[in-house]
């Protein structure tokens, strides 16, 4: 017991001298010209320090809702757990509104490296980089009550709770089902990286590997055989694979884990895969063949395996956001930030695919770490300005 208290007075005094800290940090910041900036930078600490991810992020979620409430406006929850908040445009004179999204969970929170600090220019913190994109809708909010928004259509915004990638969720079907709430245009929000646009979405599939070699499938008289071997064995042979004749499908190893032995051969191991490609039809014909491999494979090890779909993105329609990325584009240049174009997934690919223009722009510059995130506090005000813009162009001009 001497021990824990001990720990347990530690970790509290250590606490407190980051919280005297980071509340003398941001008395200096009062006096900085960019007061919505440094109260986005504010919430995205305190997000980043709340745990997930959990089943319905219920500690965030209390957060988002408080500071909207203290705005003035009216949020709304669905059964599983996500936050809608429509902001109102008096001069509105079309029902659809723009929609901006964001994931409230982050996968990589730690209970003391997500305890962030900063410096004179930068932000630390793990997981810091996705609580970003959900302070930056806060920070709309509140730019559109305080009538700092020039936009002539309604905004809804969605505080998603789940993965936005979760095979599971339902929630963009039902915002293009719904006549009132169906976007006229559509705009994820993530933390980094600024400048950064997918002009070609990809659709992706996540699948995650799960091996057992000390299974009900192994004799009492047989020594369990290495997970580590068969979950290596497994990402080589799904590494050579050809998926088809033009290579529009590619399949990358994203995790290797595995269970050590203490002595014995270590008997559990992970492998997380991700299947991308330009080619929906391939793209299904690649999930099935990975799958069954995987099966394959773990059968041939004498290992229990377990094959499931952890994630997926649909091929989006290009035709359907290209008059969007253009426009996102123009303004990346009038703001005087570099613009990079890639071709990679995007989960706004969701609404894309079924004709609405979405697309997803980053709001801030740094680098995402195993252990911490670093982020550009002076690209936060650039990125707050250029979100802004965006929605107000769509507003004006259309996409």
Not at 264 to 273: A, H, W
């Amino acid at each position: 017991m001497g021990i824990l208290a001990t720990l347990r007075g530690s970790l509290v005094k250590a606490f407190r001298t980051l919280a005297g800290r980071t509340r003398s940090i941001f008395r200096s910041l009062r006096k900085s010209p960019f007061p919505l900036s440094d109260r986005l930078l504010a919430d995205a600490l305190r997000i980043a320090e709340i745990p997930s991810p959990t089943a319905r992020e219920e500690q965030r979620a209390a957060f988002i809702l408080e500071r909207l409430n203290l705005l003035g406006l009216t949020p709304k929850v669905d059964e599983d757990g996500n936050i809608y908040v429509r902001v109102s445009c008096p001069e509105s004179t079309d029902t659809s509104p723009i929609l901006l999204f964001t994931e409230l969970s982050s996968p990589r929170w730690h209970p003391l490296e997500s305890l962030s600090r900063l410096d004179a220019h930068q932000a630390y913190g793990a997981g810091l980089a996705d609580a970003i994109g959900t302070a930056s809708l806060l920070s709309v909010a509140e730019s559109m009550v305080t009538g700092l928004v020039a936009c002539g259509r309604d905004l809804l915004l969605l505080f998603n709770v789940q993965a936005l990638d979760n095979p599971e969720s339902k929630v963009f079907n039902r915002l293009s089902d719904e006549p009132q709430d169906r976007p006229y245009a559509a705009l994820g929000v993530r933390g980094l990286s600024l400048g950064t646009i997918s002009t070609r979405s990809l659709g992706t599939y996540r699948i995650e590997v799960r091996v057992r070699t000390d299974g009900d499938s192994i004799e009492a008289t047989e020594r369990p055989g290495s997970a580590v071997e068969a979950i290596v064995a497994l990402a080589r042979t799904l590494s050579g694979v050809t998926w088809d004749a033009e290579n529009k499908t590619t399949c990358r190893i994203r995790r290797i884990e595995a269970g050590t032995g203490f002595g014995r051969n270590p008997t559990e191991g992970i492998l997380d895969i991700e299947l991308e490609s330009s080619d929906g039809g391939v793209l299904e014909l690649a999930m099935k063949a990975a799958m069954a491999t995987a099966e394959s494979k773990g059968k041939e090890a004498k290992a229990q395996t377990k094959v499931t779909i952890a994630g997926f993105v649909p091929v989006g329609d290009p035709k359907a956001g290209a008059g969007l990325i253009k426009l996102a584009s123009q303004a990346i240049k009038d703001h005087k930030i570099r613009l990079l174009e890639e071709n990679a997934s995007d989960p706004a690919s969701f609404l894309s695919s079924q004709g609405i223009p979405a697309m997803t722009i980053a709001v801030s510059s740094g680098r995402e770490g195993l252990n911490q995130d670093e982020i550009e506090i002076a690209s936060i005000e650039r990125g707050r300005k250029l979100l802004i813009t965006i929605v107000e162009r769509i507003s004006a001009e259309g996409v």
